[in-house]
C-alpha cells in the first residue's frame, strides 16, 4: 500500500506548479489530428444542429397549440407561416452548432479557473504530497491512452490485491531514461490539489507484464484516475473495472 508524507516544496517543483497555474485550457475542443478524427467533429457538430434543430420544432409545436387555442392571436400564427417557419428551423440549428460548442467551452474554462485556484493554494502551503510506492509488477494499459489525458498509462500491483494506477506527462521523463516502471519510486503531488509534478525512482525497473486488456472500453468499465488505487490484480483488471463501472 502507498504511504504518503508531506515535505517542503523544492524550486524546481515551485517552477512547475507555476507553469501549470499560468497554463490555459490544455487542450481545444475539437482536436482533428488524423482524418477519423475529422469525421468525428463533423457528426458532433452534426448532433449539436440536431438538438438545436428539436428546440426550433418544440417552439413551433409551442406557437402551433397556442394558435389553436388563442385563434385571435397574431403573433402565434404569424409564426407558423412557411418563410417564419424555415427561419426558426435553420436559426435553431445554427445556434446548437455554434452556441452548445461555444456553451461547453465556457464550461471547461471555468473548471480550468477553478484548479488554478488549487495550484494557488499549493503555492501558498509551501508543500508537497510524497506518495511512497513499492511495486512487484507492471503493466500498460493502452486502451486508457486513447481516453482522458491522451498518455500513456500503466497498472501497478502494489499489493497481495492492490493495484495502482497511474497516467500523464509527468511519467515522460522517467521512461525515456528507461527508470519507470520501477520497484520502489516517489509520486510527488501539490498538497492541495493533488497535481502531480514528478516521478523519482528509487528501486530496480520493473519488465513490463504483457496482459490483453484489449476489452477495457470506457462504456463498459470504470475509468481510474492517476493515483487511484483499485482493489484487483494485474490479471483481474478488466473484470474488476466492470464491476466497479456496475456498483
Not at 79 to 85: E, H, I, L
Not at 124 to 149: F, I, K, N
Request: hydrophobic share 45%; proline share 6%; net charge neutral.
Amino acid at each position: 500500500m502507498p504511504s504518503r508524507r508531506y515535505s517542503p516544496m523544492e524550486p524546481a517543483q515551485r517552477q512547475a506548479l507555476e507553469r501549470k497555474r499560468g497554463k490555459r485550457i490544455d487542450k481545444p475542443l475539437f482536436q482533428i489530428r488524423k482524418p477519423g478524427d475529422a469525421v468525428g467533429v463533423f457528426f458532433m457538430l452534426a448532433g449539436f444542429a440536431a438538438l438545436g434543430w428539436l428546440a426550433g420544432v418544440l417552439i413551433l409545436l409551442l406557437f402551433y397549440l397556442l394558435s389553436l387555442v388563442l385563434p385571435d392571436a397574431t403573433a402565434p400564427a404569424a409564426v407558423m407561416r412557411p418563410a417564419a417557419v424555415q427561419l426558426t428551423m435553420i436559426t435553431s440549428a445554427a445556434l446548437g452548432m455554434l452556441g452548445i460548442p461555444l456553451w461547453l467551452h465556457e464550461r471547461r474554462r471555468g473548471a480550468a479557473r477553478g484548479r488554478a485556484g488549487e495550484l494557488e493554494a499549493d503555492l501558498a502551503d509551501g508543500r508537497v504530497e510524497v506518495v511512497t510506492v513499492q511495486a512487484t509488477g507492471a503493466a500498460r494499459c493502452e486502451p486508457m491512452e486513447q481516453l482522458g489525458e491522451e498518455a500513456k498509462a500503466f497498472f501497478l500491483q502494489v499489493g497481495a490485491s492492490e493495484v495502482l494506477f497511474l497516467q500523464g506527462g509527468y511519467l515522460d521523463k522517467a521512461l525515456r531514461a528507461g527508470t519507470f516502471p520501477n520497484s520502489e519510486f516517489d509520486v510527488i503531488r501539490g498538497a492541495k490539489s493533488g497535481v502531480a509534478l514528478e516521478i523519482r525512482c528509487h528501486g530496480n525497473p520493473l519488465p513490463l507484464i504483457a496482459h490483453d486488456y484489449s476489452d477495457i472500453t470506457e462504456e463498459e468499465c470504470h475509468f481510474p484516475s492517476d493515483g487511484e488505487v483499485l482493489a484487483a490484480t494485474l490479471e483481474t483488471m478488466p473484470a474488476s473495472l466492470r464491476q466497479l463501472k456496475n456498483s
